[in-house]
Structure formats: structure tokens, C-alpha cells
């Protein structure tokens, strides 16, 4: 897929296909049931996507853009605080894990069968030098250690940790609220929690030792 902005049809099948993707996989998807999902026949669906690897690679292109497209990036710029850039990612990461539930399946899917096409758009992020979320906060992550704002960690593993964080919920939601009954009668209240949890276990665990120290009981 270019970077151009997709046809309505188009828009119709990445929506359709996106559903079956996550929900069957790559290989279990049926092209005729994204075409009867798309409202349209399945000759016309081939007529855009000769076949259904050449779907889904779009499909998982299209994703990925809006993924990324999601992230306020102005805002994470003119964060003045690790702990503001902090708070601002996790926000953006869980807005779009919530509004885009297909979405994150897709990509847990994807890193299930062995992640090659995720591998490559990182890898063709990082040959680019694009400006993503991911690297913008990893790298404020270090200016923070050097900073001494928060205390030596590994940037990498910090940065895992919280992406599994905002992820998990919305790949494993029913193992959530069975953990968490109050998040079954009412996930909105539940969602905007959890920012305020990990934005708390992941702020005040990076927090240098010293401060760490002087705040624990005596």
C-alpha cells in the first residue's frame, strides 16, 4: 500500500479484512467473507488485492500508519517532564489499544506467526530515522537517566514493560475481568484506571534511590 490515503472501497476492505485477520488469523481469513463483510463481490475484492497475502501485507501496512499516525506527536515533544512524556504515552498507547481493538489482535497475531512483517516495517522505520513514539520515548528515557531524573535502567526493557502494560488488557480482556470484576460492569472506568496505575508503578519505580530512600518509612 502507498502513503496515500486509501479509496472509500479500499477503506471498506482494510476494515472488513482487518476484522477477519484478527479474529481468524492470516491463514484462517476467507476472501470471500471479507468481500461479503466489505459489501462487495469477491471479484472486485481481487481486483484490488490479487491474493490474500498481498490483503493482508496492506491491511497490516494500514495499521501500522494509523498506530503511529495515533500519538499526539507535537505533544510528546513539547513534554517539559520525563514524568509529563511519560504520562502522554501511556494516554496515546492505551487511547488507541482502546479504540482499536481489531487493530492490536492483528499485531499480537502477527508477532504469534513470528512477527516477519512487523520486523520489517520496524527495521524500515529505524533505516529512515522515523520519529516514532517507541524511539522518541526510549531515547527520553536515557536523557533521563543522564539527567539523574530517574535512575539507571535498561531503556529497552523500561520500554517493554510498558507497552505489555497498556497492551494486555485489551489482548486478554476476559482473563481481566475475571481478575477484576469491577472491570466487567464498567471498562471505561476500568481503562482510565489503569493509566493512572501504570503511570504510578512505572513513574515511582524509575524514581532515582536517593528519592526513593528519603520517601520510604522509616
Not at 459489501?39 to 484490488?48: A, C, Q, R
Not at 472491570?183 to 524509575?206: N, P
Amino acid at each position: 500500500m502507498s502513503a496515500a490515503e486509501p479509496s472509500s472501497t479500499e477503506q471498506e476492505i482494510f476494515e472488513a479484512a482487518l476484522v477477519a485477520f484478527a479474529q481468524h488469523g492470516r491463514t484462517g481469513a476467507r476472501m470471500q467473507q471479507i468481500a461479503d463483510a466489505a459489501g462487495i463481490n469477491k471479484s472486485m475484492l481481487h481486483y484490488y488485492f490479487r491474493t490474500k497475502a498481498d490483503l493482508y501485507e496492506a491491511v497490516f501496512a494500514h495499521t501500522m500508519e494509523r498506530f503511529m499516525a495515533s500519538f499526539d506527536h507535537e505533544a510528546l515533544h513539547e513534554a517539559n517532564t520525563f514524568a509529563e512524556l511519560l504520562r502522554r504515552f501511556i494516554d496515546g498507547y492505551v487511547a488507541f489499544c482502546q479504540s482499536h481493538t481489531h487493530a492490536m489482535r492483528l499485531l499480537v497475531s502477527e508477532n504469534l506467526r513470528g512477527g516477519p512483517l512487523l520486523g520489517q516495517h520496524l527495521q524500515q522505520m529505524a533505516d529512515a530515522g522515523t520519529d516514532t513514539p517507541p524511539r522518541l520515548f526510549r531515547d527520553a528515557i536515557e536523557t533521563a537517566i543522564e539527567t539523574g531524573e530517574i535512575r539507571p535502567v535498561d531503556p529497552d526493557h523500561t520500554l517493554l514493560t510498558i507497552i505489555a502494560s497498556c497492551i494486555f488488557p485489551f489482548v486478554a480482556r476476559p482473563t481481566v475481568e475475571r481478575m477484576h470484576p469491577p472491570a466487567g460492569s464498567d471498562w471505561a472506568a476500568f481503562v482510565e484506571m489503569r493509566k493512572e496505575q501504570i503511570f504510578d508503578v512505572v513513574y515511582h519505580g524509575l524514581q532515582p534511590d536517593s528519592v526513593s530512600s528519603s520517601s520510604s518509612p522509616a
